[in-house]
């Protein structure tokens, strides 16, 4: 069974400060997403990883950046977080190469910031 | 890049009844078309998917249709029940190239079965 666990279910910040989220799958994943849900918008992605130390943009990468060192972790930073930054956090991971690869999400994160 | 629509934004049945969602896409090269169903405070799951080589998909209660002419594909459920009560969301990949499996989703549907 595919696991992807991230660090925190929770999570409340102030404004301004250096968030981090990470995100660990255990089944040897070529491919790692990091989206943010909010409610009537969907699943956006926000990052995403098909190697270990590589990175595209998604769809909404202002004020994110994300790191890869190694391949079964993926972690979202939010260098100065802002109010509307305040959503829930998808990470997701799928094999390489053939792409109708199924994506196997974690638990979420929701992240508050005050 | 692709842009999906989905409709409904929200849907209420009553038990037994039949439930449909649809999504448009904007990019004539997707070709992989995934359905996403994410119950209350739990994450999404896969439930079905369809290629664009075939029209239509089934798996018990749930199917897939696709017209690659229109650009649309639905979701219907027969005979709902109150455990098929989530968010539905679809999505759309063009699988080639560099694509490296990135979906691009609907806004989601919230259906509620009333038992």
């Known amino acids: 069974d595919v696991k992807v666990t991230q660090s925190s279910r929770y999570l409340v910040k102030r404004t301004g400060e250096k968030v981090f989220l990470e995100c660990v799958q255990d089944?040897?994943?070529?491919?790692m997403f990091w989206y943010r849900q909010d409610p009537g918008l969907g699943l956006r992605l926000i990052y995403f990883?098909?190697?270990?130390?590589?990175?595209e943009k998604g769809d909404i990468p202002e004020g994110y950046s994300v790191s890869r060192e190694k391949k079964e972790r993926f972690s979202l930073i939010l260098e100065s977080a802002s109010t509307n930054q305040t959503s829930m956090y998808l990470c997701?991971?799928?094999?390489?190469?053939?792409?109708?690869?199924?994506?196997?999400f974690g638990p979420g994160t929701r992240l508050t910031v005050l | 890049g692709e842009n999906v629509e989905q409709h409904p934004s929200t849907l209420s049945v009553q038990e037994g009844d039949s439930a449909v969602i649809k999504c448009t896409y904007s990019?004539?090269?997707?070709?992989?078309f995934p359905w996403y169903k994410q119950e209350l405070g739990k994450r999404p799951q896969l439930i079905i998917d369809?290629?664009?080589?075939?029209g239509e998909k089934k798996d018990q209660r749930i199917a897939v249709t696709l017209n690659k002419t229109a650009k649309h594909f639905s979701l219907h459920i027969t005979e709902t029940q109150p455990e098929d009560s989530a968010v539905y969301f679809c999505?759309?990949?063009?699988?080639?190239?560099?694509?490296?499996?990135?979906?691009?989703f609907g806004q989601g549907t919230i259906l509620t079965v009333h038992p």
């Open positions: 369809i290629r664009s080589n075939v």
């Open positions: 997701a991971s799928s094999l390489g190469g053939f792409e109708y690869n199924e994506q196997f």
């Open positions: 990019d004539s090269a997707s070709n992989y």
């Open positions: 089944m040897d994943h070529e491919n």
């Open positions: 999505a759309a990949l063009n699988a080639g190239g560099t694509s490296y499996g990135k979906l691009t």
């Open positions: 990883s098909y190697d270990v130390k590589m990175k």
